[in-house]
């Protein structure tokens, strides 16, 4: 299977793709941590117009998309504007012509302007012992199964 994976650089989830046996790629605007030849530099859409893939995962950058960063632009000290073109930018990633497609981010402008995700996941549910909602908007994708509870880890002594 050709998967793409949009928006990295660490070559985390490329290699475990790769590790399994697929051809996968990466794109970013920021170089491999790997050097991998398997990663390119550049906007992710050079590959989708031009590549055929069987699936995508992506992850947009959330900087003006999460709630908790959005308390900028509402508070009126962000150019509202970033946030219009973040939501361009995942719609594009959405309607892609690839049959499976994972989009994964934090609750944020996605879920409210787009649409709603098809899955929450939390990190404590896979072997992780931190929490924080991460949303998957999935195409032609089963949603995912926990793996391993982790108590998950409490900040500031309140549970």
Known sequence: M???????????????????????FSADFEPAEDD????????CFDLIDNTHFDLMIAHPPCTYLSASGMHWTIRG???????ENALLFVQRLMSAPISRIAIENPVGAISTRIRRPEQIIQPYLFGEDASKKTCLWLKNLPPL???????????????
């Open 36 to 43: 991998s030849p398997n990663h390119y530099q550049g906007d």
């Open 77 to 83: 000290l962000r150019d509202p504007q970033l946030t």
């Open 2 to 24: 050709r998967v793409l994976v949009a928006c990295e650089y660490s070559g985390r989830v490329r290699n475990a793709f790769a590790a399994m046996g697929h051809e996968a």
């Open 145 to 159: 199964y926990p793996t391993k509870y982790i108590p998950p880890r409490v900040v500031g002594g309140k549970k």
